[in-house]
């Protein structure tokens, strides 16, 4: 060991630390860009991966222990895509790296007898003519970007499955995104038995045996299809052929954890970088991906029906002002109609959100939310209308004072949820069943109780966003939506349009089989705007809603990214937030929002204050993001730490 040969190598080696994590080693051969290696670091031994040969550095190196690849797995693609990646979310490499591959996978090796998929019989449907013209005119070998726009149940899935048998056809590997709470057990099965074999699942709720023989398993190409939520798009192969993200709106595609990466705009940068198409499916596009596609960056598709013409729910609004509110939850127009539902041997399905989030204010008179009079987002209140803060300007009101009506008396709208699954639990005795992310944790228990509503045994389904997703139960007829003003009035910019998404998502579980469905939503304000989109073309939602952004400045019209400062001290951390905002300000190329104090103001006993960084153009943001790193660097004492979090989705 440690002999000094002149005819050592040096080479590059990333791990996955939380810093940019390039270091060099020593080596007695060059190897190929993208093989893992196994290096001494501090008194561990880590894997990580080789980035090419360097000159002899002035520094003495410590030498490569082993090469764990006999075949390339990273590919220079792959490592090109997590620079593009840490530099876009302007994250240090290794911390990237680290985020997207466990180190228990970056560590692991290729299992000796993989296990081939099971194959079944392939049953095999024909496509609409409408699916088939879709399918037909997405062609595989190049990169291109299309939005397949189509309510729920209108055969997106038989779009995909498609485009993925000519993918295989062409020995070509595809890659299949969900988000993690869609992967159920009906739609694996359902790509099983259209394809005739098992898909590799990839998620977090596996076991990690299992995970780590499924990463191999499509690494390999032993598996054509691999299956799962945001992590899979990382699981290297050479033979990628096709992408699919479906439900490509969904929230939680952007991870929050380092590096804060959004999982749609990632899948569409990836197939660009490894030239394959990338298809992504919404019933409810995000209001960026309809910019792409009307700005023919992303080429629109839409299936305009429901398979086998299923008709679409009617939406009623149920006016709270006027009704009488049974167990303080409850309008007695949708307890009745539940009951005739229940009566007539039908299903329903209850959705509430209980995010314990601080929650906004309405007033008594005229049921709109208290606004910020800077921002044009409602403000948070923190006990009553006389504190209440924005929380992306941080301008104090109190005593409020309704700009639209001049009424003084404000309620928040945020409380109670427990309380809806307790009344009804009371009134329905063992006819409710009940989902939640706070009573089910596993595959296996959602699966228990959908089963039971499957069968029968209950005929009310309540529960939160998870009841939203992808469940196909065609005697449902009834939906409910207890809380939906809410939702829309958070402190954040998209609250319109995450409940625009959220009652369409919701509506589609209704009247799926031969009966109509019927969409109750309980609000205290049935005039505002948004309202009445529920009801409308959804072209007319998207066109509202980014008229809208536009003019207020935000995404897509506008770059956005949010900082958040933490430390321990409150005023220490305030000062260097402020310090960086001025300075960020004084550049005159991006508008500065903040620094404020952060919704959720302390967590773990550490302060936590935000700002908000808006530029006309992506490099205008670029260079303030990097001009803040600068900034906190030099500043930076304690633990204090800084985010960076662009084109953010959440601002608590
Ligand atoms: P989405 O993915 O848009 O929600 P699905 O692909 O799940 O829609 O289709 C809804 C239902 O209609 C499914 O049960 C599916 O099998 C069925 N379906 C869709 N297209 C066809 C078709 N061409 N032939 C037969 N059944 C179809
Ligand atoms: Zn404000």
């Known amino acids: 060991m440690g002999s000094n040969n002149n005819n050592d190598i040096y080479l590059q080696v990333l791990l996955p630390v939380p810093t940019e994590g390039i270091y060099t080693y020593k080596y007695i051969t060059d190897v190929a860009i993208g093989v893992r290696a196994s290096v001494p670091f501090g008194t561990r031994t880590m894997t990580g991966i080789c980035l090419?040969?360097?000159?002899?550095?002035?520094?003495?190196?410590?030498?490569?222990?082993?090469?764990?690849?006999?075949?390339?797995?990273?590919?220079?693609?792959?490592l090109d895509f997590l620079r593009r990646l840490a530099d876009y979310y302007i994250s240090p490499l290794g911390l990237a790296l680290f985020g997207v591959i466990s180190k228990k996978l970056l560590d692991s090796a290729c299992p000796q007898n993989l296990t081939p998929p099971k194959t079944v019989k392939q049953e095999r449907i024909e496509l609409s003519a409408e699916q088939q013209e879709i399918a037909a005119s997405i062609s595989l070998g190049s990169y291109s970007a299309h939005l397949l726009d189509g309510i729920t149940g209108s055969g997106k899935t038989e779009v995909y499955v498609s485009i993925i048998e000519r993918a295989l056809a062409e020995g070509k590997q595809a890659l299949y995104i969900v988000p993690e709470i869609a992967l159920t057990p009906q739609l694996i099965d359902r790509l099983k038995h259209r394809l005739g074999f098992d898909p590799a699942l990839y998620h977090s709720k596996m076991s990690s045996k299992k995970r780590l023989e499924n990463f191999w398993s499509f690494a390999s190409g032993q598996s054509m299809l691999l299956l799962g939520a945001r992590s899979a798009l990382f699981v290297p192969s050479s033979n990628i052929g096709l992408i699919i993200v479906d439900e490509e709106h969904e929230n939680t595609f952007k991870q929050e954890e380092m590096p804060p990466y959004n999982l749609r705009d990632m899948a569409v940068l990836y197939a660009s970088m490894l030239n394959v198409p990338v298809v992504l499916g919404s019933a409810t596009p995000q209001a960026e991906s309809m910019d792409n596609a009307l700005s023919g960056k992303y080429k629109l598709h839409k299936l305009r029906s429901r398979y086998a013409s299923a008709a679409m729910p009617e939406i009623t609004l149920v006016d709270m002002k006027r009704e009488t509110l049974l167990g303080g939850v409850l309008a007695e127009s949708v307890y009745d109609k539940l009951q005739q539902v229940l009566e007539r041997g039908e299903q329903a399905i209850l959705f509430l959100n209980r995010k314990g989030y601080a929650t906004s204010l309405f007033c008594k008179q005229c049921g709109k939310p208290f606004e910020c009079l800077n921002c044009s987002v409602p403000v948070a209140s923190f006990k009553s209308s006389s504190d209440c803060v924005c929380h992306y300007c941080g301008e104090h009101y109190s005593n409020i004072t309704c700009p639209h009506c001049g009424g003084k008396e404000f309620f928040d709208a945020g409380a109670g949820t427990e309380r809806v699954e307790e009344f009804l639990e009371d009134m329905f005795p063992a006819d409710v069943v009940r989902i939640d992310t706070g009573k089910i944790t596993t595959i296996k228990q959602l699966d228990e109780a959908l089963d039971k509503f499957n069968r029968k045994e209950a005929h009310i389904l309540v529960g939160t966003q998870m009841v939203a997703k992808g469940l196909h139960f065609p005697n449902i007829t009834f939906v409910g939506i207890l809380g939906l003003d809410n939702i829309i009035s958070l402190p954040d910019y998209r609250a319109s349009e995450r409940a625009?998404?959220?009652?369409?998502?919701?509506?589609?579980?209704?009247?799926?089989?031969?009966?109509?469905?019927?969409?109750?939503?309980?609000?205290?304000?049935?005039?505002?705007?948004l309202y009445q989109y529920?009801?409308?073309?959804?072209?007319?939602?998207?066109?509202?809603?980014?008229?809208r952004r536009q003019k207020l400045g935000y995404p897509p019209y506008m770059k956005l990214a949010r900082i958040v400062w933490t430390y321990t001290d409150a005023s220490a951390i305030k000062n260097v937030a402020d310090s960086i905002a001025s300075a960020l300000r004084a550049t005159g190329n991006v508008e500065v929002l903040g620094a404020a104090p952060a919704v959720v103001f302390k967590i773990k006993n550490r302060y936590r204050f935000s700002l908000l960084v808006r530029a006309k153009t992506h490099n205008a943001l670029k260079l303030a993001l990097l001009n803040a790193v600068e900034l906190f660097s030099k500043q930076k004492h304690g633990s204090m730490d800084m985010r960076i979090d662009r084109d953010p989705n959440y601002f608590m």
């Not at 040969?53 to 792959?78: A, H, R, T, Y």
């Not at 089989?513 to 019927?518: A, E």
Request: glycine share 8%; proline share 3%; hydrophobic share 35%.
């Open 52 to 78: 090419g040969v360097v000159k002899k550095p002035d520094f003495e190196c410590k030498e490569i222990i082993n090469i764990l690849d006999k075949e390339l797995l990273f590919s220079g693609v792959w």
């Open 534 to 547: 529920f009801m409308q073309d959804s072209a007319n939602f998207y066109e509202y809603e980014l008229a």
């Open 500 to 529: 625009y998404q959220l009652v369409m998502q919701v509506s589609g579980r209704a009247g799926r089989g031969d009966s109509k469905g019927n969409v109750y939503i309980q609000t205290y304000m049935p005039d505002n705007q």
